[in-house]
């Protein structure tokens, strides 16, 4: 189901772009979950199609969260353009990296054995720092300026995106650990070393989609605003219980 959109009568050119981007990707994933079904191998490690799969997925449902929930932002139009823009097209870079390495039948992060190899990692690497960028200035800009939208829609906003730096805080460091144990001659040990915040970045990842979304299904009942906000209140409290939940798991497994 697509997402709803505040005004849906004057999406942008780039909102159109980035919508597309997104639905592409998620498709891209659902090929690439055929093609697992198809030619099998194991849905776990660093060699396996499911990196293609949750990847194409996740890129894909995010960019187009992304695209929706910054139309609450008090943010100029050109900026915003040109971030979404931007934004869409490092996913494609990270999806698209990540599903040739899976065709070559290769790890696509941390992998340094040959020259091509280390190129499309670091490239990976270097693209996830856009990212974070990105995300971080979308984040800041919810805090600074009040989003709009309906009752509870900017506590779902700020929380989405606040949730959503625990995300890229774990990515970060699944990266900087993974390179690290890779230049250092330890490559097995790198690709192993990112299972333990899996959990903690995938739960945390799409509370920018799923917080702002139950906020708009909440202003489409005939719930009073009090109600309303109670419960998306209690949506993001509960959301930041299995956040902690997952972190103290990584913690104790790291």
């Not at 191998?41 to 293609?52: I, L």
């Not at 971080?136 to 989405?160: D, K, N």
């Not at 990266?175 to 490559?187: E, P, S, Y």
């Amino acid at each position: 189901m697509p997402l709803p959109l505040p005004l849906k009568n004057h999406v942008r050119p780039a909102e159109r772009l980035c919508h597309a981007t997104g639905a592409l990707l998620i498709l891209s994933g659902l090929v690439h979950l055929v093609v697992f079904a198809v030619d099998g191998g194991p849905w776990y490690g660093p060699v396996s199609w499911r990196k293609p799969v949750t990847f194409g997925l996740s890129f894909g449902a995010t960019l187009i969260a992304v695209t929706w929930v910054t139309s609450y932002l008090r943010v100029g139009a050109r900026l915003r353009t040109v971030l979404l823009v931007v934004f869409a097209a490092d996913c494609v870079v990270e999806v698209g990296g990540i599903t040739l390495q899976a065709w070559r039948r290769v790890p696509s992060h941390l992998d340094m054995e040959t020259p091509f190899d280390t190129a499309v990692s670091m490239t990976l690497a270097v693209g996830g720092g856009v990212l974070v960028v990105l995300l971080t200035v979308f984040a800041v800009t919810s805090f600074r300026h009040r989003p709009t939208g309906p009752t509870g829609m900017a506590l779902a906003v700020r929380s989405g995106f606040a949730i959503l730096l625990v995300a890229l805080a774990s990515g970060a460091a699944m990266i900087a650990r993974g390179v690290i144990l890779a230049r250092t001659g330890h490559q097995e040990a790198a690709y192993h070393s990112t299972a333990p915040l899996k959990p903690l970045h995938g739960v945390s990842l799409h509370a920018v989609l799923i917080l702002p979304t139950l906020a708009w299904l909440l202003s489409r009942t005939s719930w009073n605003e009090a109600a309303r906000r109670r419960t998306v209140r209690f949506a993001v409290g509960c959301y930041v219980v299995a956040v902690a939940g997952a972190g103290v798991w990584a913690v104790l497994m790291y």
